[in-house]
């Protein structure tokens, strides 16, 4: 094994995981608004970051057909992408929360768990089916936005894609703003009262389904923007490529802290460097015994030693007392 080898990819290695946690943690926002408000996990939220990625590509693939994609500021080609991503995952957001889960507010909660979960299996074979009508495929790869590409030659072993620090600035924009919005405005001390006590916020004058709704639009919305920047940095997308990104935040979310916002970017960036260091490192340190592919057992692994010893995650569960 040469010390030199491990060394001079640090950086590298780091850089990517900061890169993959930061999109983890964008799609774990989605995750934290709703268990925050509602105690509840919408499992259903790795298809609406997915119909985000789909909203993107077929915007962009559409604007190539014109041959206009290429004539656009690459910042506001991102920028309307990114907003019609964050409107239709979010507006589906509603829309599953007022059909699928609402009518089962009181029920046990094992009962809107299994209604995610069949609304999870039902966008994915929407996806497709309209998919595969609309373009006779449903493997799309994201048209390449050229000014993207550049990257940024720090060292000789060091570069960055443009497109990897568009991931963190935005991730790091819509953490900040969510919080502001959580902590600041009156919105969010409507959305903080009904996660307390719903009862309570009502008699209060908070029409507590409105709230609901917003806090599953801004979820949504984190989502599809996640989508938009998942297929710019991966290229790749299918009706299920949803399915382990979204899994990996929510355990993230979970790492960090249900609930806990920050907790949510924490626990990303902790899980995007572990699997990062694992795809990179495994196949070194053991002489090839473990490559790449066994990074996911690693960063579970750590992840259940971390609720072992501390189950309200890194930065702490939220927990609401009610007298």
């Not at 600041?184 to 709704?213: F, H």
């Not at 923007?225 to 949803?242: R, S």
């Not at 979204?246 to 626990?267: E, H």
Request: glycine residues 10%; aromatic residues 10%; hydrophobic residues 60%.
């Amino acid at each position: 094994m040469d010390l030199q080898i491990l060394v001079g990819i640090f950086p590298q290695v780091l850089l990517d995981g900061v890169s993959l946690g930061f999109m983890y943690a964008l799609i774990a926002l989605g995750y934290t608004m709703v268990y925050g408000v509602l105690e509840f996990i919408n499992f259903a939220h790795s298809e609406i970051f997915i119909a985000g990625a789909f909203v993107g590509v077929e915007i962009l693939l559409g604007l190539k057909s014109a041959g206009v994609l290429e004539h656009l500021p690459w910042v506001v080609l991102l920028l309307l992408v990114l907003l019609a991503a964050m409107l239709v995952s979010g507006l589906l957001a509603v829309l599953i929360e007022r059909v699928a889960y609402r009518p089962l507010r009181a029920a046990p909660r094992l009962i809107p768990l299994i209604s995610a979960i069949g609304v999870s299996f039902f966008l994915q074979d929407l996806i497709r089916l309209f998919e595969s009508i609309w373009r006779n495929a449903f493997n799309l790869v994201y048209p390449t936005i050229d000014p993207l590409t550049v990257r940024f030659e720090i060292t000789s072993t060091i570069d960055v894609p443009l497109k990897t620090l568009v991931v963190i600035v935005a991730a790091l924009v819509m953490l900040f703003a969510l919080q502001f919005i959580v902590k600041r405005t009156k919105l969010g001390k409507a959305i903080r009262a009904v996660a307390e006590d719903q009862p309570t916020a009502s008699l209060m004058g908070v029409n507590v389904n409105r709230i609901i709704s917003i806090t599953f639009l801004i979820g949504g919305a984190m989502g599809g923007a996640a989508g938009v920047l998942f297929g710019v940095q991966y290229g790749l997308i299918n009706p299920y490529t949803g399915f382990i990104p979204g899994l990996k935040a929510f355990t993230a979310a979970v790492l960090g802290g249900i609930g806990n916002i920050p907790g949510a970017m924490v626990g990303g960036l902790v899980l995007g460097v572990l699997e990062a260091f694992a795809a990179s490192y495994l196949s070194l340190l053991t002489g090839g015994a473990f490559g790449a592919e066994y990074k996911d057992i690693f960063a579970f692994s750590i992840l259940i030693v971390i609720l072992i010893f501390r189950p309200r995650g890194l930065l702490g569960e939220i927990v609401r007392e009610r007298t």
